[in-house]
């Protein structure tokens, strides 16, 4: 067994989750996309996807966990060194997301904290699709290593929106987890020999779309029934007189669309996950040099994962399971539980037949009565919170932690001293795979996440609400915002502030809203 | 006199800077603004600015500089940690450049270092603006102070790009640059206590534009005559019709455009910087405990800044000159050399009367001898690349850090043990401020630089080509890739793999290229 060998403890103190207030139940989507329930349901894990209300962004997600963090906490602002923020939601190209949330809480603050409470406070985002987050924290965890009283905030903020009627549309999510990083953490400390893998893939990915002007052109004026000569003319004139003023009179010949909609290869995109975080896996191992007939996870009491649906973990992890019996010496109950042997390579004529037969065997194994325990004990608290919420991008592991902590707190599991295995993962493609102990004060911690209870306090939306939100035709909010940050508006006209964003805080009105997470 | 107090040394151990081969004279720009040259050579230093090729954009360029850093200091993929990136030129929304610049690296080192040599190398983009850079920097000297042997790099890489025809335009400019970050560096060392202010702002950003697709279609029938009741129509056909397949077609109502080129108000962000420059300058000198009576810049040999254009530190830092001198104690001597006297709040009646008087003083005071004198002393060296360059972005303090190494090394000058200031800006909007001490190995690392003479072995471009250029009209490349990495194609069919980036290294085809710096 495994000791934790880190003389300072650094890690996370306290976490807040900010989960809309609306969701929409898989069931509906399933209704409106003739897809089985129980596809969705039993085969992914997935009951209903977290949705943002018309007033919500990356930002005001944010900004929402980190107020609760700060005032739950006591800290002053002045405290805070840093707010760190992973997030592939991005509201723009160079000002970053996380500046809007400091502009948020200053404002929030300074009646309590003076005018420039934050005035020191540094923050920046961190981009690298779903990993952003941990990326945050690991550096922030050095950073507190290396002063003294030192205290960060890490937040994940992400809003997981797919095309209409994509393969993605019912891994959608959002919200947002906050978390306080400091030296002494109540909740859990972190070693600092991560295991990281790293490859330039295309797996799932947001790129400038690139649109030939003429083709939009032509597109309309074809609708219109107008040649296109007469369009080639049209746009030599538009270039030439309307140079810089909207879009089809921009300089370039082809326009770049902005979508939040990601370009995706769902299956590859697993292959991916699976095969970074064993290569992740193997560099923690190296590094904590552990004997080579040791079965790393048998060392931590929960697996901690990165979930785009609730089912990603269990439904992938039998490789890794498998290579750990192995060196755990319970190979051959296994193999004697699946029924059928493991295919070697040299038994098949082509590389194709053999990854099949390979998957078949993987497949096999999940379905046996060991797996299912391991999974069961290890990894199934951790996907409770996901099967309400649906993806959170950057925050997803996160996520996984404060169920996993929330339910063992409910089963009155002794889990202080315990070790915990993290698999973080992030499209594009990267894995870190990295170690946590549960600290003494966890309990009284995790007694305040009010995750589940705050989940089930949600208000449902209709199919059709859910399409117009995700249209972004929805002129009012669902919910009025209470108690929370608000996007106020966005400047239109195309001048030196086209694009900026405004935000407020909004009290509670009249009564009390129980979608609050 | 301050003394350098972190124990273990961590800092920059050697640079390279990657500018393209190809410049625009800024007397071309001059002539075809009908801007009089003196205005921007005299008054904002401006020279000549560097342009990127056809074949290049933020992830060629940072995989140029990477590759030479490796290369010239004989290390090997494997020893290198991690390579963190500041970019505001990202590629992409989820898939950081970084992983773009690993995908390139993989490729080139494989030969000699095996298929996977990257695999445990942690890369991730950080997003600030032009701060990015120096966020990623920070943040690395703290990865590698809390472990054994690590090493690694850091890197800016952007392309300066303004609107044609903006008052931005004269400001642009290209380039990456790379740091090998170590213990024991031979060039630079940091220590860890930071200066920082931030201020959510919107002074220059680059946000998603927003275009209802009504408006497009509205446009584009008008120039053809159609009346708009024809275009509702339309609209409401090609939505029903062809979801998901196009511009015009997408399910929004709006699209949101992708632009490159930033909003932003020049004058507004000029106060940013100097109001942020100062507050960091502050938060400085409370952590490094100063006496209250001392001018800290006094304490460094050179200071370096963020250059958004050559002039801007010289222009602008005579707010904090003043204030120093009245620390110093020769405030007298430069209010005699001003003429005038310091306006006081409370002789105006309007604040913005006092702003005024403040202004005009300010600006006396940089034209004194005392300050002419500062300024050739502890800034000018820092500017000349800035001249020849233009704005980098993220890499822009880090030029004026090789620009001011490598004048000194050829004025003679014994840096060793000498401290330098550091001032980071990066708008929407934060500043750093830091210090570095230079270490014994200097003068061998930044003999390699070649800064100026490859700036010199650039070839000029003419104003149409530039337009051309700026258009994304171009199809070939200036001068074609040799010794370089070039993107060779951008997938654009409407598929998974839309939007996908490849590149290649271009190995040197006939004669030597004397374009690379």
Redesign the interface.
């Known amino acids: 067994m495994k000791t934790f060998k880190d003389s300072v403890k650094v890690g996370i103190d306290d976490m807040v989750a900010y989960i809309p207030g609306i969701y929409l139940p898989i069931e509906a989507l399933a209704q409106a996309r003739h897809i089985e329930y129980a596809k969705l349901n039993k085969g992914l894990g997935l009951t209903s996807m977290s949705y943002p209300d018309a007033h919500e962004d990356a930002a005001t997600m944010a900004a929402n966990a980190i107020r609760r963090l700060i005032e739950q906490n006591g800290i002053s602002p002045q405290q805070i060194g840093r707010i760190y923020m992973g997030t592939?939601s991005?509201?723009?190209?160079?000002?970053?997301t996380?500046?809007?949330v400091?502009?948020m809480l200053?404002q929030y603050f300074e009646e309590d904290f003076g005018n420039?409470c934050?005035?020191?406070?540094?923050?920046?985002?961190?981009?690298?699709?779903c990993i952003?987050a941990v990326?945050a924290m690991q550096?922030t965890l050095?950073?507190v290593?290396?002063?003294e009283d030192r205290v960060g905030i890490v937040v994940g903020s992400d809003i997981a929106k797919y095309?209409?009627?994509s393969t993605g549309e019912y891994t959608q999510g959002a919200g947002a987890i906050a978390m306080l990083i400091k030296k002494a953490p109540r909740l859990i400390a972190f070693e600092?020999?991560w295991?990281?893998?790293?490859?330039?893939v295309?797996d799932?990915?947001?790129?400038?779309?690139?649109?030939n002007k003429a083709?939009?052109?032509n597109?309309?004026?074809d609708?219109?029934g107008?040649t296109s000569t007469?369009a080639e003319e049209?746009l030599n004139?538009?270039n030439g007189h309307l140079?810089?003023k909207?879009?089809?009179?921009m300089?370039?010949?082809?326009?770049?669309?902005?979508?939040d909609t990601?370009?995706?290869?769902g299956p590859y995109s697993n292959d991916c996950y699976q095969a970074r975080i064993k290569?992740a896996l193997q560099?923690f191992a190296d590094q904590a040099q552990l004997e080579t007939d040791e079965a790393i996870t048998d060392n931590w009491r929960r697996l901690i994962f990165h979930l785009p649906y609730a089912f990603q973990a269990r439904r992938m992890f039998s490789e890794i399971y498998l290579e750990e019996s192995k060196k755990r010496g319970d190979f051959e109950e296994l193999l004697k539980e699946t029924g059928i042997g493991e295919p070697q390579e040299e038994q098949f004529e082509t590389l194709k037949d053999f990854q099949k037969a390979k998957g078949q065997f993987l497949r096999a194994i999940t379905k046996t009565a060991r797996y299912r325990q391991f999974v069961q004990e290890k990894i199934e608290k951790g996907e409770r919170a996901s099967s309400q919420v649906g993806n959170l991008y950057t925050s997803s592991i996160f996520l996984s932690l404060m169920s996993t902590l929330e339910a063992d707190l409910e089963a009155n599991v002794a889990l202080e001293g315990q070790l915990f295995g993290f698999f973080a993962y992030g499209?594009?493609?990267?894995s870190?795979v990295f170690e946590g102990e549960v600290q003494p004060g966890w309990k009284e911690v995790v007694s305040r996440f009010r995750l589940m209870n705050g989940l089930s306090d949600r208000k449902a939306i209709k199919y059709s609400t859910y399409e117009q939100l995700?249209?972004?035709?929805a002129t009012e909010s669902v919910q009025k915002p209470q108690n929370e940050f608000a996007v106020v508006g966005?400047h239109?006209e195309r001048d030196?502030?086209?694009?900026?964003?405004t935000y407020k805080w909004v009290a509670k009105v009249v009564e009390k809203r129980g979608a609050h997470v």
Chains 1, 2 share one sequence.
């Open positions: 592939e991005a509201l723009d190209g160079s000002k970053p996380a500046s809007y400091l502009g200053s420039d934050f005035r020191n406070c540094d923050v920046v985002d961190l981009t690298f699709a952003g990326d550096n050095d950073w290593r290396g002063g095309d209409l009627v600092s020999d295991g990281v893998s790293c490859k330039s295309h799932f990915f947001k790129p400038k779309r690139k649109y083709d939009i052109i597109e309309v004026l609708m219109a107008i007469t049209l004139r538009l140079e810089g909207g879009i089809i009179s300089s370039d010949k082809a326009v770049y669309l902005h979508k990601p370009v995706f290869d290569e560099h499209s594009g493609a990267k870190k995700h249209r972004a035709e966005i239109e030196d502030q086209e694009g900026a964003r």
